[in-house]
T-cell receptor
């Protein structure tokens, strides 16, 4: 089974621009979560989508948004980029849960490295 | 926001030595996960734990879900050079509204001297 894929792998933008990142989950996975990783803050949760609906959201400004399509692929968008948005953006997919057990197991993609100049 | 306290921050060991790292929190977790991340790559899942007291092995790796559900540890036995990398603990908090959201520790950087 193919793993989580993310495109593009690297991106350079300038302040004020916007950017869209794409994530394709593992086949059969319907939940996609996004994280921002920086040296200073570590891995921080952005949001999670399931069945095209945002199910959970982290503490990021409204400039960060996302969506999910009917094939479970997800995109995240960052508008009005700031220098501090430079980071590795990771998405992770989660398999369907069995029963009612809390089996939160997330598999990560390779990430998109965003540099804002 | 919520944090996991992961220690040690870094380790420099000799090949063949055993390694131990742990994560603690003041909150209760439903799930504990351990990941390894190489430079420029995404975290790779090593071990997943779902029940308090659960002890799980994956080759030379062993991890446990603490009885109080507030901590977890990871042991690596007989380390080899390819064990080099950053190890993260991650957990899902107990309670509704936490689906899809993992809280991460700060990471343990492991260096192995051949």
């Amino acid at each position: 089974k193919a793993g989580v894929t993310q495109t593009p792998r690297y991106l350079i933008k300038t302040r004020g621009q916007q950017v869209t990142l794409s994530c394709s989950p593992i086949s059969g996975h319907r939940s996609v979560s996004w994280y921002q990783q920086t040296p200073g803050q570590g891995l921080q949760f952005l949001f999670e989508y399931f069945s095209e609906t945002q199910r959970n959201k982290g503490n990021f400004p409204g400039r960060f948004s996302g969506r999910q399509f009917s094939n479970s692929r997800s995109e995240m968008n960052v508008s009005t980029l700031e220098l501090g948005d430079s980071a590795l953006y990771l998405c992770a997919s989660m398999p369907p849960r069995l029963g009612t057990g809390g089996r939160e197991t997330q598999y990560f993609g390779p990430g998109t490295r965003l540099l804002v100049l | 926001g919520q944090q996991l306290n992961q220690s040690p921050q870094s380790m420099f060991i000799q090949e063949g030595e055993d390694v131990s790292m742990n994560c603690t929190s003041s909150s209760i977790f439903n799930t504990w996960l351990w990941y390894k991340q190489d430079p420029g790559e995404g975290p790779v899942l090593l071990i997943a734990l779902y029940k308090a007291g659960e002890l799980t092995s994956n080759g030379r790796l062993t991890a446990q879900f603490g009885i109080t559900r507030k901590d977890s540890f990871l042991n690596i036995s007989a380390s080899i050079p390819s064990d080099v990398g950053i190890y993260f603990c991650a957990g899902q908090l107990k309670g509704s509204g936490n689906t899809g959201k993992l809280i991460f520790g700060q990471g343990t950087t492991l260096q192995v001297k051949p």
